[in-house]
């Protein structure tokens, strides 16, 4: 089985959100004091290749990932996850390209690193959240999608895979080639690699290409714009209800609350 | 003018979820001066149509009786809104609306975002799921 698991640079989504800044000319955010961090689903996604590797042995998994010279660094962490093989597509043109344009390089490099059967993405990166790269990366290579899944064994040649739902969980068997989105389960919280192996996967070789070597060339506005980027603002009062007694006080609390919520 | 459409594919029924889709579905075809059209495609199909058919315009149901299947359901969307060719597709935050949403963007030669705030009308291109 060969399986290629897509990962995500994205700045650190857990810092304090008073440190959160965006750049409104820029229409991003800016790095300030965050991290780069490999995003959470997609670790997610590679925990879950990594698992699957283990219970079918014939199993090779290569890592991808279309960003700056610094996504290096989480594809070195996926190599001493021991993921077998990473390759990096260098965006020296735009600092935030749309789902599509993303999709369109991932489809572009996947055609150029070969054949595979399973092909994995987070659901949704933490920086934008836009969760589109499963379902469009699955049309641009013709293949179809699951979404959503958190653990998958292989069953008779093909697949069976376990995926959330609004309600509950599904139980779904496919064949292959496929895209499956991963969400994250106590089942495939990422390892985190030995500290040898750390340094290991910097002597480990790691194949780099440009959008030229891809044969790709960018777009502008070919999807979407980003026209605004701003944190909203948070507005809280405070009111004290009055009232000369206990009871008082309470039908006067009950209105107000009867007066703010019809406003909404 | 092109319609809006809301898909409706949840099990969940006319929850409040659909209802809110229906409401943002409301503002925006107002905004456009254009009618609201739901695609109703669930196991509770014909249950779903008669509630929703009382905030839309147009109710269209897409009978199969079984069980969600992705492939079937997005070929019946491409189809169906193909021949609307809507100003826009909106779909509710459900796990299958959101699986099928980028993909039948793509066929429809759309876009797709996330948008859990307020749509505003400031121009129009082209079709938009």
Redesign the interface.
Known sequence: MNILVCLKQILDPEIPAREFRVNPAKREAERGNANLVTNIFCENALETALQFRETLSETKITVLSFGASTAEDSLRKALAMKADAAALVINDKTSNP???TVTQVLAAAIRKLGSFDLIMVGR?AGDW????T???L???LKM?????VDRIEPMNGGLRLNR????GSEVLEAQTPLVVSITNDEHNVPRIPKVRDVMMSYRQPLTQWTLADLGYQLEDDK??QV?DLSIPQKESRCEFVTGDTLDERVESLAKRITEVTSLL | MNDVVICLLSPAGFDRAAQGLAGAGRRLAEQLGSQLTAIVLSQQSPAIAQEVATVVDKVIVVVDGGEYQPEPALSALTKVCSRLSPAAILFGNDTYSQEVTPRLAHRLGGATDDADGELRVCGRRGQEA
Not at chain 1, 129 to 132: E, H, N, R, T, V
């Open positions: 749309d789902p599509l949704e959240g836009a969760g589109q499963a379902g469009l699955a049309e641009e179809p999608c699951v979404s959503f959330q739902t609004d309600s999807y979407y026209v």
